[in-house]
Every structure is written in structure tokens, then in C-alpha cells.
């Protein structure tokens, strides 16, 4: 495990709320919160960001490992491995039903930062069996305003993001946003200043809306890259899927599901070909309920961009295993509807990691390790999944025969698997 010395500097564990707005509603928005605020402003407001994994992503969902540094350039340009960074271990915690991050920081040239990343074999109890090392990285111009200097209480405003995959330090630019970033850090001890009622009005009339990480933003790029080269999508209408409980400390066993698809350990089933890939996305999902209605419908975030899908037709399936957690339902992407879209919605921020597995009749079957939080509570899951399009009874007979099969694998392989019928809207909103 990475020894977190002296050398370290704490931040103290602080709320960090994210929002994006449109680019046409920026102006408002800083005229609002100078109001408040002082901006602060560096001659290097370029962040360049550098996030270490591993192309199995044995990184832990909460926690980011990552360099950065301050730059008078938009371009990441030359590594001079002499440079100095910062380099900071970031971690997503729970306290009173809080969900804060907590940071630790320290002054490193890249090499050596590069070097102690590698040495690395655990992270918050989670133990890895390959080097960690430059994997993705954001480029953007950030402007700091402070609202209360004493306290740390700032809002950042973060443009022009762009996001690269890195082979050796070589790297490939694999998306760019085209809205605004906007980021409330807020200390245990500026909870109760009346600014944070300004702010959220403020962020109100600019139409701001919630959203994931940068990391998670560019796993998603990466995901959508690799899928676009190598498996394009279908059209689908049905999903089949069975779902089991996980503990936050056994996260990793999608690695261990992966080595033994290699090694033959699940009979009748292999990687999908040409796709040998462990996938990671970060999303947020709203669920919407209508009155009178049957319908539960799910929004789908994607940076300014919403889905709005309708699920219905749920029905638990019998299984030859009796594991009882098999379930099918419609699941199809419909026009998007303003009255439903600004409904009360209850909201998860979902990260998943995934692989792709196919049969001997080509048929594909992804297996996902889920963590789904809001405020205080977490769920860790592991789900296999297979989507149709229009199928007849004996197809989804067939995928459901299968993910049985794939199931009974896994839970008498990995015994602290709990098989459950628990979908993400009743877990939201009990």
C-alpha cells in the first residue's frame, strides 16, 4: 500500500458540489457571484490533469490517483519528467451521512511521481495486481472565486475541457466539452454561511445542472472510443439481466470474473472477439414516477445532453438454478418529454466497470460491477445483462438460460455473492 507520509499534506474532508452550464449563461452567472466573491486569478490558469489506472481500471471507484499541474498553455505539450506536480490522492467518504472527499497532496517531480504510483498495491483496501501509471488525462482553463478565504470556501469555473488517452506518455485527444464547469467547494466549516443559498439561486437562474467527475467524464470518452472502433451499438428494447449483491471490498472481482473467462474457468462462454476490453463509465441517472401510471422512467445525464428512457413490463423470471434474481423488462429511449423530464426526479450517480462476453453463438453478455450513490447511502452490485431487440419468447428463453448459467458460475465461485431482485429505482427511493 502507498505510504502516506509526513510529506503529505490533509485537506480537510470538504463537500464538492458539480454543476455545468451553457456557455451563453456564463456572463450571468460571474456578474451573480461577484456579488459574493473576489476572483482570484494566476497567470497559469491552465489545469493539466493526469489520472492514473490500468487498462483492467483496479483502481477503486472512490478514490482518483492523479498529478497536476498549472500551465500558461492550453496544450500538454513536451513531458519534461524533471517538471515538478502535485500529486494527490483523493477519496470519496461518508461522515454523518455526508458524502465529502477527503485529499492528501504532495510536491513531486513527474518521474518520481510516476515511479511512486508504480510501487503502488492497494488502494483503501483494495489490492491490485498490476502497475498503475498514466492512463487519461483533462486539459482546462480554470478562474477561482473565493467567498470566504479563512474558511476555503470557493467556487471554480472550469472551461475549454479536453480529455486524452495516454499510451508512454504519448497521448490522444478522445473528447472535448463545449459547456461551462462549475465546482462548490465547501469545507465542514462554511456549512451553515448564507452564501450557499446564493450560490444555488444563482446557479438556478443560469439553468444548471448536476454532473460527474472529470475522471469519470473521461472514462466515458475512453468508453465511447473504444466502442465506436471496435463494437458498435445495436438497437435494443429489452433487457435481461440478474442482479447480485457486492461489499465495497470485494469491487475488484470483475478482474477476477475477467482471468477466469481467460482461462476457460466459464464453460460455453470467452471475451468477445476483438473487444478483450474493461470498460468504466461514471453517470447520472434520475428516476422519474408519473401519477397513475405504471411507467417508470429513467434520465439518463450526459453533459448537456439527456435521454429519457421508459421501463416497463418488468416481470421476474424462473430460472433452472432457482436464483431467483433473473428479471426482464422493455427498456426503449423515447422522444424527450419536458413535462416528465422536469418532474421530481430521485437521483444516483452511477459508476460502473464491464466486460463483454460472448457464446458460441456470438450472442453477447455483459457482466458490470455497479456503484450507485446518493447523499449518504451506497449499493455495490454485480449484474449480467443481455438487451434484444424485439425478441420472441424462445430468444429471451435462451438469454435467460444463459445468464443463469453465468450466475450459478458466479455465485458458487465467489460465495459473498447475494443473488437479489433489487433494481436501482426501488433501492433510490426506500
Known sequence: MININSKFKAINPRLEHRFIINKQDLPEFILNILKISKRKSFKTNYNHTIYFN???????????????KYSESNNLGYFNLNEKWIFEIKEDIIINKLRLRKKHREILTLKNMIN???NISELGGISFKNKIEPYVASVYKRTHY???KEKGFRITIDTDTNYYLFDNLKYTNIGQEDFVRIEIKIPKSAFDLPEINLINEYLARANAESTTSKKDTAYNYLSEYLISKFNPPKNT???????????????NIIN????DILRYKLIGFR????????????KLHRYVTVPNSNNIYRISIKGNKKKLILKNKLELMKDKFDLNCIITRREITIENNSEIINYPYKEIYRKRKYIVLENNNQNTYAILVDRCTVAGKELYEVEVES???????????FAVEQISTIGNYLVN???????VSLTKYDWVIN
Not at 58 to 64: C, L, N, Q
Not at 387 to 397: A, G, H, R
Open 116 to 118: 511512486k504510483v508504480e
Open 413 to 419: 465461485k465467489y460465495k459473498f455473492l447475494t443473488p
Open 271 to 282: 471475451l468477445k472477439s476483438n473487444f478483450p476490453y474493461t470498460l468504466e463509465s461514471g
Open 387 to 397: 438487451v434484444l431487440f424485439s425478441p420472441t419468447k424462445e430468444e429471451i428463453d
Open 256 to 259: 477476477d470474473i475477467k482471468s
Open 237 to 251: 428494447d429489452t433487457e435481461i439481466e440478474a442482479k447480485f449483491l457486492l461489499s465495497k471490498e470485494n469491487q
Open 146 to 148: 473565493v467567498v470566504n
Open 54 to 68: 490500468n487498462k483492467e481500471h483496479e483502481v477503486p471507484f472512490e478514490i482518483s490517483v492523479k498529478g497536476r
